[in-house]
Nanobody, 124 residues
Framework: EVQLVESGGGLVQAGGSLSLSCKVS????????VGWFRQAPGKERESVSC????????YYSDSMQGRLTISRDNAKKMVYLQMDSLKREDTAIYYC?????????????????WGQGTQVTVSS
């Protein structure tokens, strides 16, 4: 059974930074593509970033352009999302997700396994 557990969320002031972590377990062998998503109240789930098994990065969010760094440590089975210069508009629940495929897709529908999310709240 594939499981993902996010951590690192919390309350941060505007302009601050947070580093989110995603612990991936359940894959016997390879770690496949892992993506980060977010969902703000009253809005649809939004793709944020994805990192393929070949370490190709993809950033989906125009509003977060230049403020994100996605990385992974396969030995630790961890995926990270560094977020800088946070704005109140970034307030959302952030999810990590994965799929048994090597490459990143274009939307959340391409991912099969999801964590329960971690709340990020940015105050003014």
């Amino acid at each position: 059974e594939v499981q993902l557990v996010e951590s690192g969320g919390g309350l941060v002031q505007a302009g601050g930074s947070l580093s989110l972590s995603c612990k991936v377990s359940g894959f016997t062998t390879a770690i496949y593509a892992v993506g980060w998503f977010r969902q703000a109240p009253g809005k649809e789930r939004e793709s944020v970033s994805c990192l393929s098994s070949t370490f190709t990065t993809r950033y989906y969010s125009d509003s977060m352009q230049g403020r994100l760094t996605i990385s992974r440590d396969n030995a630790k089975k961890m995926v990270y999302l560094q977020m800088d210069s946070l704005k109140r508009e970034d307030t959302a629940i952030y999810y990590c997700a994965t799929v048994d495929y090597y490459y990143c897709g274009n939307s959340a529908t391409d991912f099969d396994y999801w964590g329960q999310g971690t709340q990020v709240t940015v105050s003014s």
